[in-house]
Structures are given as structure tokens and as C-alpha cells.
């Protein structure tokens, strides 16, 4: 609409362009109000599926949180067991998938003691020779660079010194690109690894099959231990052929530790301030809901004890 061109020849606009203005500015205001009445729909199509979307999510969650802690009170049934319990003896449970309304729920439960606790490692911050010839044994054994074992150790004892040739403390880390600081206490749990010099994530996950970090020195599970962790702990005294040979003769489980040092030479002892035992009391759980589009995944570490009236979740994260 040339509006201005009509103004310039100084006339009015006639009945028949005059209409043809009118009908253009309806056909303008309905396509407008078309436009936006869909777009409203569409807006308000999305926010439905929005909503629908964060109420799957929020049942997935709730249903998923609810396992960690049905799981966290069947470990502790386990645990109060004093035949020792089918979980402490078996591997990871698998909780088969099951229908929950509008939705479904798998779980994974395991006892964590059969893994080597990488937080003996220190003891109230400092870290022993033996200690230290214990890892290196460890990480040879499961083909990780043993030099690692430094690493971790100046990561977990309280000093600033640098342990020659492969440790690192505050100097090394300051200089790094993205720069943080040594902890100097130990591994809240296997990820904190990814901070440690030499550490990758090939190395960390080999690692989960094998170790764990628990909150405080604990003694190996042997009824539920690798060959490599239960050969770990002689600090190389004893070859892993006689790991497996241990592994292979526990049949069920032993029922005290002394029917597994019935095993061990005469003249080999386990190190001071490493300890073994036939039973668990932190386990590793794992639930996941699903609901719709939705997924939610928890795992947590948790800590049975005949003692307690109920599991005590230790750390809780999304999986
Ligand atoms: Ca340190």
C-alpha cells in the first residue's frame, strides 16, 4: 500500500481501494491472530510436554531413591546374616527388571570388601613402606603403571613432600593448566583419582574392577576377592598363581579367617596393618527408574553393620 503516493496526488483514496485496505489489514490481523493462537498452542504444547517430562522425571527419581534405600535395608539383612549372608559370598546381584506403575526399575547390588581399599594406603595420614610396596605390587599385578603408586600416596599422606621419582605434591599440581591443590587426605572415592598425576581414565576404570576408596582402613573380603587383590596384599611374597589357586579352593567362602590362613606359607605373614576377613559391611548399590522418556540412575555407597537399626548411606550420587 502505497500510502504516501496517495497523499502526494492530493486525493482521496476511492470506495473500491479503500476496501481493498480493509481487507488486506483483516487478512494482516487474522494471520497475526492465527499466528499467535498457534504459536500459543504450540507454546503451551511444549509446556505440557515439559511438565510431563520434569513429572516422569520426578516419579523416576522418586521410585529410583526408593530402591537405593530398599537395596541399603537388604544389605543390612545380609549383613546381620551370621551364615555371612549370599551377598557378601556372591558378586555383583542383579535386581531383574521389574514393572513399577507407568514405569519400570533394575538394580545392582554388590559388597565392595573384596576390592583392594586403595585408602589403606594411609594410616592417619601417613603412608609405610610396606603400604607402599603393597600398591606397587597391586597396580603391577593388574597391569597399571606402578610408578602410580607415589603419585597416590603423596595425593593421600598429609605432608608436602615429594616422593622420588614419580609422586607429586602441591608444586606439580599448582603448575598445571587447570590448577588445584594436593588433597593430602584420603579418597572420598574413585573419581577423586582423575585428579591425581598420571591417573586416566583407561587406568580408572580397570581400577573399579578391582579397588575402591571406603572411608576408613578396612580389611579384604577373601570370600569375595580377585586373585590379584588377595595376592596384592603378601606386597609380592607370594606370585598370583597362588592368588588363584586360593580363589579356586574357597568353593562357597571360607567361615573364618583362619581356614584361609590355613592357605598362606608358613613363612609369609600378612603385612602389619593389613587385614583380612570372611564378611562385608560396604556395599556398592545401584538403582534406575524409568518412566516414560525419563531416566534417573543413583548410586550410592552404603555402610551395614549387625549394629545398626539402618543402612547408613556414606555418598549418593546420579548415575
Ligand atoms: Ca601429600
Known amino acids: 500500500m502505497n500510502v504516501k503516493h496517495q497523499k502526494n496526488k492530493r486525493c482521496l483514496p476511492n470506495l473500491k481501494s479503500r476496501n481493498g485496505l480493509a481487507l488486506v489489514t483483516v487478512l494482516i490481523v487474522m494471520t497475526i491472530t492465527v499466528s499467535l493462537v498457534s504459536f500459543m ?14 513429572s516422569s522425571r520426578a516419579q ?4 529410583a531413591r526408593s530402591a537405593i534405600e530398599w537395596m541399603g535395608e537388604l544389605a543390612l539383612a545380609d549383613a546381620k546374616d551370621k551364615k555371612g549372608g549370599h551377598l557378601a559370598e556372591g558378586g555383583p546381584e542383579e535386581i531383574p527388571l521389574f514393572e513399577v506403575e507407568g514405569g519400570e526399575l533394575t538394580g545392582r547390588i554388590e559388597t565392595v570388601q573384596g576390592k583392594l ?3 589403606n594406603l594411609s594410616k592417619s595420614g601417613a603412608v609405610d613402606q610396606p603400604g607402599l610396596k603393597i600398591m606397587r605390587n597391586f597396580f603391577k599385578l593388574i597391569d597399571v603403571p606402578q ?13 608436602g ?3 622420588p621419582p614419580s609422586g607429586a605434591e602441591d608444586e606439580y599440581y599448582l ?32 581400577l573399579r574392577t578391582y579397588a575402591v576408596a571406603l572411608p576408613e582402613g578396612t580389611p579384604l573380603n577373601v570370600n569375595t576377592a580377585s586373585a590379584e587383590a588377595i595376592t596384592a596384599i603378601f606386597g609380592g611374597a607370594l606370585p598370583l598363581k597362588w592368588g588363584k589357586s586360593v580363589v579356586e579352593a574357597r568353593g562357597n567362602g571360607f567361615e573364618k579367617v583362619s ?9 609369609i605373614s600378612i603385612p602389619t596393618g593389613w587385614s583380612i576377613s570372611v564378611n562385608s559391611w560396604y556395599y556398592l548399590i545401584r538403582a534406575e527408574a524409568r518412566f516414560q522418556k525419563a531416566r534417573v540412575a543413583y548410586m550410592a555407597l552404603i555402610e551395614v ?15
Open 41 to 54: 498452542f504450540i507454546r503451551q504444547d511444549a509446556r505440557v510436554r515439559s511438565l510431563e517430562n520434569s
Open 60 to 63: 523416576a527419581a522418586t521410585v
Open 117 to 119: 581399599n586403595l585408602n
Open 147 to 159: 610408578e602410580l603408586a607415589e603419585a597416590l600416596a603423596d595425593w593421600v599422606d598429609k605432608d
Open 161 to 163: 613432600d615429594m616422593r
Open 175 to 206: 603448575s598445571l593448566k587447570n590448577p588445584h591443590r594436593t588433597a593430602n587426605v584420603e579418597l572420598v572415592e574413585l573419581n577423586a583419582l582423575y585428579f591425581i598425576k598420571g591417573f586416566d581414565k583407561k587406568i580408572i576404570e580397570k
Open 259 to 267: 581356614d584361609f590362613k590355613k592357605l598362606i606359607p608358613l613363612e
Open 305 to 319: 553393620r549387625e549394629s545398626y537399626d539402618t543402612a547408613r548411606i556414606i555418598w549418593l550420587k546420579e548415575a
